[in-house]
């Protein structure tokens, strides 16, 4: 199987780690995979960073595409609200030059976050029509007129517009534009030629209710990660690694930005301050930003962190790992922390419930209650012998459900059954592989994401 992953980069920021970790693992299994990007971060071969157009003219072009873009988002900067995701366009300086740039050989092209790199209006037009199009919903940015987190306004339902992740009270403003293109765009695809995959039965969910994607079929495939990357590592080791106390009560928060509102860092930072009964506390965090903190908390920031093995350690050296995501597609931290037999404290937003089952794995507080949320940090860290036992269950769950093995083969067998399905169109019906009748196959994997039984890999 030839298959083509279009990604913005190969490593910057989880649903870039996510998107290499899938191709990986595909290449494991002996398929030729290969990578797409804007930014080239790995050493892979088989990855490949665009080219730009050479020339004067064409870089003029490019250099007014991209201004034409950042003036339209411009004029909104001053009525922009603090500690949001980027609004991603659906424009592109490159124009054409993705779909020029993907191989012609291809059998199957995964879409995974494209933010300021695939231009929807000319890559619906001109990408290969022979291959099947399957797109991993990373966040809600393809489903809305720009935000990633719709953070709960539910305006992408319709068509966007009066924007409040632009400040914005005007029904026909950028966020309504993108929409109207984005939808044109999509028309270019043929029926049956798009799939969309959701990391969790939350997104696969929206996707479903989503003005742009409803129509298009959804399955419900997790992310996956080297279990043998991240797994237990030994405590004493791993603290001293990195200067914590043997016995200190840890708590860790890992994301890209601790600034970022929809990560929650300060419901996390009020919630530990109020567990001043539990001697020799500790709040560590893995990431960029910063975030006021309350007085007298004791705080470790060790910055940002890409090597898996080294984030290993840090998962190991925590007594609970804590999630307080107000929105989440999937959260591929958690699964990092259940990998290395970390038990979990997250709210129960979006996709964390599919991995964060109390008393399993772990412990969910409602939303947004920081109370709550202080109650199920304490329970962790005050019961040892439950916790230990959660960890052996997290590390069981993590191997079973949610390694780059079981992740590959669940996208190999719905890649399999897309390409039988398309041959279908041309040839007439022929079975697909393992036996099944591609379009019986098809409408299997597109079942209601709401189906439990559907949720599952190998389901």
């Not at 403003?173 to 765009?185: I, P, Y």
Request: proline share 5%; with cysteine; glycine share 12%.
């Amino acid at each position: 199987m030839r298959i083509v992953h279009v990604s913005t980069s190969d490593s910057g920021g989880g649903a870039a780690r996510a998107a290499y970790r899938l191709h990986s693992g595909l290449k494991r299994l002996g398929q030729d995979s290969r990578m797409l990007v804007l930014r080239k971060g790995s050493g892979d071969a088989t990855v490949s960073a665009l080219k730009p157009q050479q020339g004067f003219l064409a870089g003029m072009a490019r250099k007014r595409r991209a201004g034409k873009i950042w003036r339209d988002y411009e004029r909104y900067r001053p009525t922009l609200p603090p500690g949001i995701e980027p609004f991603s366009d659906d424009r592109s300086e490159h124009a054409g030059e993705v779909a020029r740039q993907l191989p012609g050989d291809c059998d199957v092209i995964n879409l995974h976050w494209i933010g300021g790199f695939l231009d929807w209006t000319s890559f619906f037009d001109a990408y290969p029509k022979h291959a099947p199009l399957v797109w991993r919903l990373a966040d809600m940015g393809a489903l809305t007129g720009g935000c990633h987190y719709d953070q709960g306004c539910g305006k992408f339902l319709d068509r966007c517009g009066a924007c409040p992740q632009l400040g914005s009270s005007d029904n026909r403003d950028l966020s309504r534009d993108v929409w109207h293109r984005k939808r044109d765009a999509l028309a270019r695809v043929g029926p049956g030629g798009l799939h969309i995959v959701g990391t969790s039965r939350w997104i696969a969910g929206e996707a479903k209710r989503s003005s742009l994607f409803g129509g298009f079929p959804v399955s419900v495939i997790p992310n996956g990660l080297d279990v043998e990357e991240f797994s237990p590592r030994d405590k004493h080791f791993s603290r001293e690694l990195w200067g914590i106390p043997r016995d200190a009560k840890v708590v860790l928060f890992a994301a890209e930005s601790m600034a970022n509102v929809r990560k929650g860092f300060r419901h996390l930072a009020d919630a530990v301050a109020g567990l001043g009964a539990i001697g020799n506390l500790w709040l560590v965090s893995v990431g960029g930003g910063t975030c006021e903190l309350p007085a007298g908390l004791r705080h470790l920031s060790l910055g940002k962190v890409s090597n898996d093995r080294m984030l290993s350690t840090i998962y190991s050296a925590a007594d609970v790992f804590v999630i307080p995501s107000l929105q989440e597609s999937f959260g591929q931290t958690v699964i990092e922390s259940l990998a290395c037999g970390t038990a979990v404290v997250g709210f129960a937003s979006g996709g964390i419930p599919d991995m964060v089952r109390p008393g399993q794995t772990g412990w969910l507080a409602p939303t947004g209650d920081t109370a709550a949320l202080r109650d199920a940090i304490g329970a962790a860290l005050t019961d040892d012998a439950r916790r230990a036992a959660m960890g052996v269950e997290c590390r069981r769950v993590a191997v079973q459900e949610y390694s780059m093995d079981v992740q590959s083969r669940a996208y190999l067998r719905l890649y399999e059954t897309l390409v039988a399905h398309a041959s279908e169109k041309v040839t007439g019906p022929a079975p697909a592989a393992g036996g099944v009748g591609g379009s019986a196959a098809l409408r299997q994997m597109a079942r209601d994401p709401r189906d439990a039984a559907a949720l599952r890999p190998g389901a």
